[in-house]
């Protein structure tokens, strides 16, 4: 191993060095070399981190093409959402609305029931009171018959000689009963 | 052994500079079989770069997961780097198809120039000319061959030659100059760049760590032990910068060689 590190030594036994004329051995060995380092490196290693190089760009195109796509989606899920809650708010006011409506209905319809059925109630009212009166005159009447054959017995009680005075006496008579029967309505309404 | 054999071949009182020896360098195992005499220092170098090359590559890229672990990081950084800087904007789009080539280059380059600075190694095996010659023949037959199968044979000459858009007169002196720094003269001078560089900066190094072994620790006198501190220090600062012309010419090596790529594959550019 000694010409690991003395160069001189042959050298100067032999004749002059020429750096510019290659060696023949080192040529040869060289290409060999070269042909190995590019046969392996070159066509085994390099393509290998290549192929992975363009693999980890597309995984990382990929992964941001997949994380845009989820972001979409959610955006329109959302989107959805909103449109949804904005027709059920829509909806429900609607139904507010209507309730409102058919309960002022409601309440009119009441109300006119009501009325008619105060008004039939009033008119039932006066109907008795009518009919009451009507049979109240006519017992008047047949009480005036008796009333009037009572009257005559005191006439003819009387004398009878003047017919204005029995007229007086009639009239008298009628308006004491009108008297009467206006002091019996008054208490009866 | 001794340092004299190793730094400066020189036997008197007289400093010697190194020379070109340093680069000479004779079979590793001297007593072993004669089968063996063509192996030499330059040669094991080559084979550890190569094999690290593959050792790392393999380490790392071998089972590569798509979320990185360890080793696979840094080849992941080296692999960008090299696409990144060298292969697109070189090359264009298709760049990544001739990333396997200019991985292995780049990285097998930079480890035989980097051996200059490693401790034993201690010498680019691109300083011996051989190894950029086979490294830019192989850009150089696969640019020949690129060019000829995407413009045609006619169509190659023709857009190196007389590129459109400009005047006639032009062509005159273009042609030729094209024609010939295109296909004579690159080659050389893409082997040359990288070959002169590791030479150049192996030599430098050399003759620092000479001077101050020489000077601090072979003829230690009171005058010569400042030349000697200075040859130290220039040492370490000439380590640091050839870590830096080793990288750079390894890239530039890569990115010239991408570039004659891509000039075949797209000659409008």
Known sequence: MTNLLAAAVVAQETEEYKPLAPDTAELIFGTIAFAIVLILVGWKFVPAIRKTLEERTDAIEGGLKRAEAAQDEAKETLEQYRAKLREAQLEASSLRKKAEEQGAAIIAEMKEQAQAEANRIR????????????????????????LSVELAGRVVGESLEDSARQSRVVDRFLEELEGRARSQEQISS | MSAPHLLASGSGDEFEAPGLHIFDWGPLFPDG????????KPLLIVALAAIVVIAF???????????????????????LFVRDQVARPMIGKDGDRWMPFLFSTFFFVLLMNLAG???????????????????????????????IKHQGLVGYFKNMMFPPGLPKALYIILAPIELLSNIILRPFTHAIRLFANMFAGHLLI????????????????????????????????????????QSLQAFIFVLLAASYIGGALHPEH
Request: aromatic share 12%; hydrophobic share 60%.
């Open chain 1, 123 to 146: 008119e039932a009212a006066k109907a008795d009171i009518e009919a009451e009166r009507q049979q109240a005159l006519a017992s008047l009447r047949s009480e005036v018959g008796a």
């Open chain 2, 33 to 40: 079989p004669a089968w063996l005499d063509w192996f030499t």
């Open chain 2, 57 to 79: 590559s393999w380490k790392a890229f071998g089972n590569p997961k798509l979320v990185p672990r360890g080793v696979q990081n840094i080849g992941e950084i080296g692999y």
């Open chain 2, 117 to 147: 600075v490693v401790p034993v190694l201690q010498l680019p095996a691109t300083s011996h000319i051989a190894l950029p010659i086979v490294l830019a023949l192989v850009v150089y037959v696969m640019m020949l061959f690129l060019s």
């Open chain 2, 206 to 245: 050399a003759f620092f760590a000479t001077v101050s072994w020489w000077f601090l620790a072979e003829k230690l006198t009171a005058l010569g032990a400042g030349v000697g501190l200075v040859g130290f220090v220039m040492t370490i600062i000439m380590t640091a910068f050839e870590i830096f012309v």
